[in-house]
């Protein structure tokens, strides 16, 4: 079985629910306190075994590749940021039409070639405390099964149509074969659970021609109508363990600030939090 090196980082997205700020910086690169979500992002890939990282942006998001590659210095603050552009090699692709998920792993093809690879969005940041990184869990399940891999977890009904749910087959601790998927639902109604796709995937090379027979939805290709093409060869969902937050919501991002601000700062930020809170 090849070992997953590889991994591709859907950024080109407009941001829109973050304008007016989007305008100058790409939502990808709103700070968490003293870093950029890309940052964690990458780091996750880094600290999961990845070699080779491809971020897929749009024409006006040069800054992410001024970022991690704007050559190495003796500040301290950058120390990190060093030691991951040293453990990571970067390439981009840009992705010039907004055509969905799927297409923007469509620019990935050449550079995977017969791999299996991970996907990780842009703007999902996910920290497990003391364990293992979200896409190493995910690999573990890839290297178990040699399958497809949706990483999820269960969400509240009203927040799971917002994302992609799972028809449920057979479960064994966190891996659960997939049956179905169902792309935002319209309704609570009727859902099949509440196991929600949330930004993570490892995926075989089949996944190319699987996007290329996905139907447009809502006028793109979404990643998730391709690989549920590949449920006959087989596809698992692997309920990872770890907190992830939403930064192109507003409030996900406010939440990652606060709760990264915790971990940064413990008993002062408690301290701070209550203090504030008695004044609403």
């Known amino acids: 079985m090849q070992k997953v090196r590889k991994a591709v980082i859907p950024a080109a997205g407009h941001g829109t ?26 780091k996750e890939a880094a600290d999961s075994g990845i070699e080779e990282v491809l971020i897929v942006i749009s024409p006006e998001k040069q800054m992410i590749g001024q970022y991690f590659g704007s050559g190495e210095t003796e500040c301290v603050a950058e120390r990190e940021l060093n030691e991951l552009t040293r453990a990571v090699k970067f390439r981009y692709a840009v992705q ?21 690879f991970a996907v ?46 799972v028809k449920k087959g057979r479960s ?3 891996l659960t074969e997939v049956l179905g998927i169902i792309e935002k639902p319209a309704t609570t109604e009727g859902l099949p659970s509440t196991l929600s796709s949330l930004g993570r995937y490892v995926l075989t090379p089949d996944i190319y021609p699987a996007i290329e027979r996905a139907p ?8 998730t109508h391709a690989v549920e093409k590949l449920i006959p060869k087989g596809v698992y969902a692997c309920e990872f363990e770890g907190t992830r937050y939403d930064i192109g919501d507003k409030f996900g991002y ?3 600030n606060v709760e990264m601000g915790v971990r940064r700062f413990g008993d002062k930020m408690k301290d701070y939090l209550k203090e504030l809170t008695r004044g609403f």
């Open 254 to 256: 406010v939440r990652a």
């Open 216 to 223: 447009l939805f809502r006028g793109e290709k979404y990643l």
């Open 96 to 116: 010039r039409d907004a055509g969905g998920t799927g297409a923007a792993v469509m620019l990935a093809r050449d550079f995977t070639g017969d791999e299996p």
């Open 172 to 174: 064994e601790g966190r």
């Open 120 to 165: 990780m969005y842009g703007d999902d940041v996910i920290v497990n405390d003391g364990g293992r990184p979200c896409l190493a869990q995910l690999i573990d399940a890839y290297e178990r099964t040699g399958k497809s891999i949706l990483g999820v977890q269960e969400r509240p009904p009203e927040e799971a149509i917002k994302y992609a749910v």
């Open 17 to 42: 629910r973050f304008l007016p700020v989007t305008k100058a910086v790409p939502k990808e690169m709103l700070a968490i306190i003293d870093k950029p979500a890309l940052h964690y992002i990458v």
